[in-house]
């Protein structure tokens, strides 16, 4: 839906980038920057507005609108690639590098002509960046580990940028003439929290139009392989994309086998073994004996069900499918019905403009109650994180216009929440008194990332044991493939989350996936309940839930361990049933 605004954003957010790279105006470069931000999060498709709708977008000037519609009309904007042509684009990933701002990406490049993050490295190994002016003593030091977390993402990408882009493709493909089934598999069919490279199944009696097509995707930037049964091409995105095409007869064995994971098809296939079978991607088989060795009779694999059925298995939902014991609970009757979209009633934790938010109160209410949502928390951030100026005074005006709000929503409770700081020493924002008026508290680390293991675990486990604090927010406080999780005793974080009735969060921004499905096996282990939360920050960003969603499918939830499952009631119980 809002492909073309996150278009735009990255454009813009490119552009405040050469500005700084180039050395421009700082304060240009924040507010396209702020601007690129704001069309992300817009609640319309920006290619329908015109200089003056695009002016009322939060932070979008004239001159930025003008680049807009520029780049609507005719696909680029001169000004971006006037700097283009200052910058080669490796600059702008060594940019990228945490610990890696853009004057020292523009210094490297100045001084030492380093380009990519290739020659970085080098020169960082080969202790050429040591006599560099304006290069801090441990800055080499630094540079290698930042690659070193980049790299740890190794070329994958995000789920929601992998889902948008098979989405489009499966869209494409299946209106090529012969297209009987298209669907993509592989670790996004899994919701996999990122992406290595895309497998898309089609079924065609004849693969060649399909082949040819996948080849001429305007988001095509090279074709790798090109044969009868399988097209790799890489997208101008950079995202490999696996495209083969099977006879509609085996689309079941197919979509099994290519969905995986590969210890989930290893396990079907020594199941297949012990009953006499043969699993492959082409079907289930009879193993013929003596001289027909490999050529017996198909007995599965027009549909996954068919396949799974004839392996005495009931279908295994693919978010499943990791082989963490689901192919021996599946027979037993043990598999759990695992938690939907449509069974969330409400997210707990949301922001408005009032803080770092770019929507107002009114539209982020308007877009919940539009969800059909049966109650939903506001949680701006609290005083302690100091960029957003938030005071008692301004948390009290808006608990009074929500509760005025709230009376317009007859179907949605709203309630009046905060996100807390969890401080150095598991301390929160505000005294018991000014928690006691909030609905909602979640309580989140924002800061002191790297203290060490035993200051972090001693910091989340106050927090739970604080009475007002309900949720700990994004847990461990990774951003996948930028910064690595908190070192912390999880286990004892978890206990204490049982045993004080706190929940512990699944924030859904795709960017977190916070707890991540390892991280919730292990706490439901211990009893804990979970919300699945989205962390808005604007109206479009409600929808991320289907990540959170999939990411507690793949920690094994049911509907009952999710708290914003639950009706108004017994979640309102659950709140002031804290116990410490
Ligand atoms: P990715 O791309 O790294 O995010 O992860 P996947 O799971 O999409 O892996 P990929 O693209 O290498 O292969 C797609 C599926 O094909 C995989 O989930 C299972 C199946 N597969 C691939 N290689 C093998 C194999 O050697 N044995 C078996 N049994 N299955 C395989
Ligand atoms: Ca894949
Ligand atoms: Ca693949
Ligand atoms: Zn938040």
Redesign the pocket.
């Given at each position: 839906m809002a492909r073309l605004n996150d278009e735009v954003a990255a454009l813009l957010q490119e552009y405040a980038d050469l500005i700084l790279l180039t050395g421009g105006d700082a304060f240009r470069a924040r507010s396209y920057e702020k601007a690129a931000r704001s069309v992300g999060g817009y609640h319309k498709d920006i290619g329908g507005l015109d200089l003056k709708g695009l002016q009322e977008i939060p932070g979008v000037g004239k001159s930025t609108a003008e680049k807009i519609t520029e780049y609507l009309g005719t696909g680029r904007v001169a000004a971006v690639e006037k700097l283009r042509a200052k910058v080669p684009p490796g600059v702008r990933e060594i940019m990228a590098i945490p610990t890696v701002g853009p004057k020292t990406a523009a210094l490297l490049h100045a001084e030492l002509g380093i380009s990519s993050v290739e020659e970085l490295l080098e020169a960082a190994k080969a202790e050429r960046l040591g006599g560099l002016r304006g290069l801090g003593e441990r800055t080499a030091e630094n540079i290698v580990h930042g690659i070193e977390v980049l790299r740890q993402s190794g070329g994958r990408v995000l789920l929601n940028v992998a889902l948008e882009q098979a989405e489009e493709i499966v869209a494409a493909l299946a209106d090529v003439p012969g297209c009987l089934r298209c669907a993509y598999a592989g670790s996004l069919r899994r919701m996999r929290e990122t992406i290595g490279d895309l497998d898309v199944l089609a079924a065609a009696e004849d693969s060649a139009p399909l082949m040819a097509a996948v080849a001429g995707l305007p988001d095509v930037a090279e074709v790798l392989v090109r044969g009868a049964t399988k097209t790799s091409v890489r997208t101008v995105q950079g995202v490999q994309v696996d495209l083969r095409v099977v006879p509609p007869e085996d689309w079941g064995a197919a979509m099994v086998y290519f969905t995986g994971s590969k210890a989930h098809n290893i396990r079907l296939r020594s199941r297949a073994v012990k009953a006499g079978l043969r699993l492959s991607e082409y079907g289930l088989f009879e193993v013929g004996s003596g001289a027909k060795a490999g050529s017996g009779a198909k007995v599965a694999s027009a549909t996954e069900e068919e396949v799974y059925r004839a392996l005495g298995l009931p279908w295994i939902p693919p978010t499943l499918r990791e082989d963490r014991g689901e192919i021996d609970a599946a027979p037993a009757g043990e598999l759990p019905e695992p938690v939907t979209e449509q069974d969330i009633r409400g997210d707990l934790?949301?922001?408005t403009d009032l803080t770092d938010g770019l929507a107002t109160l009114e539209q982020m209410l308007e877009a919940a109650a539009d969800r059909g949502y049966k109650y939903c928390a506001v949680?701006d951030?609290a005083p302690d994180l100091a960029m957003q100026r938030m005071t008692d005074e301004k948390m009290l005006v808006q608990r009074q216009r929500i509760r005025e709000l709230d009376r317009h929503y007859r179907g949605m409770r709203v309630l009046h929440g905060t996100?807390l700081n969890i401080g150095p020493d598991g301390g929160v924002d505000w005294p018991a008194e000014f928690l006691a008026g909030f609905d909602l508290c979640?309580a989140?680390i924002h800061s002191h990332f790297g203290a060490d293991r035993e200051t972090q675990t001693r910091r989340l486990i106050r927090a739970c044991e604080n009475p007002y604090v309900h949720i700990i927010?994004?847990p461990t406080t990774r951003l996948l493939g930028r910064r690595p999780a908190i070192d912390a005793d999880f286990d004892a974080v978890y206990a204490a989350c049982a045993r004080t009735g706190t929940a512990l969060e699944i924030?859904a921004s795709p960017e977190r996936l916070d707890l991540g499905d390892e991280q919730i096996l292990a706490a439901r282990r211990h009893g804990v309940r979970f919300a699945v939360n989205t962390?808005a920050?604007s109206t479009v960003h409600l929808a991320n839930l289907r990540y959170g969603i999939a990411t507690a499918q793949r920690g094994w939830l049911g509907k009952d361990e999710v708290i914003n499952t639950w009706p108004l009631r017994r979640l309102q119980g659950f709140l002031r049933g804290k116990r410490v």
């Open positions: 934790h949301t922001h949680t951030h996100e979640v989140s927010g994004h924030n962390d920050h």
